[in-house]
């Protein structure tokens, strides 16, 4: 089983998006049943809220439901849970060491790190793109894909 972990701020648009299409896109290939796709934030703010709604119309308009989500926080035991710990910039990974202490097994990364353009992913809640975020959440699940395939972990 791969245990992926996405995460974001206030996991209520990038992370849970990058989650429903993470579904998806392993539906698609026939392999859902080698995952456990999960998502979380690294505040307290949007705890027990559903997706933003502009993030659930963006996944709505290309297929994909993101119903019966509740926004949580990460926890300490996700660390042991989780084999990928999936961030959507840079930003998120000292507020994720707050709660975990450490990465000593080195599960943490941003999700465009798996694609040539590493980067962050913008957080629509202030800029409005949700199409850019989608664009770039494909773009590292991908990358990501493309690297569990290389490791022979979707065979």
């Not at 505040?43 to 559903?50: D, L």
């Not at 990460?74 to 990465?103: F, G, H, S």
């Not at 080195?106 to 793109?129: C, H, M, N, Q, S």
Request: proline share 3%; glycine share 6%; hydrophobic share 35%.
């Amino acid at each position: 089983m791969i245990n992926v972990l996405f995460i974001c701020h206030g996991n209520i648009c990038r992370s849970p998006m990058a989650e429903y299409m993470c579904r998806a896109k392993a539906e698609k290939m026939g392999v859902s049943d080698k995952f456990h796709i999960a998502s979380a934030a690294t505040s307290r703010e949007e705890i027990g809220n559903g997706v933003y709604p502009s993030a659930k119309k963006k996944l709505q308009s290309v297929g994909i439901t993101a119903d019966n989500h509740h926004a949580r926080q990460v926890t300490k035991k996700d660390y042991d849970t989780y084999d990928y710990l999936l961030v959507m910039e840079e930003y998120n990974i000292p507020n994720l060491m707050r709660i975990l202490k450490a990465d000593t097994q080195k599960k943490v990364y941003r999700l465009l790190d798996f694609t040539e353009e590493k980067g962050d992913i913008a957080d629509p809640w202030y800029t409005g793109d949700f199409e850019k975020t989608y664009q770039d959440i494909a773009k590292g699940l991908d990358g990501f894909f493309r690297m569990l395939e290389k490791e022979g972990k979707l065979s």
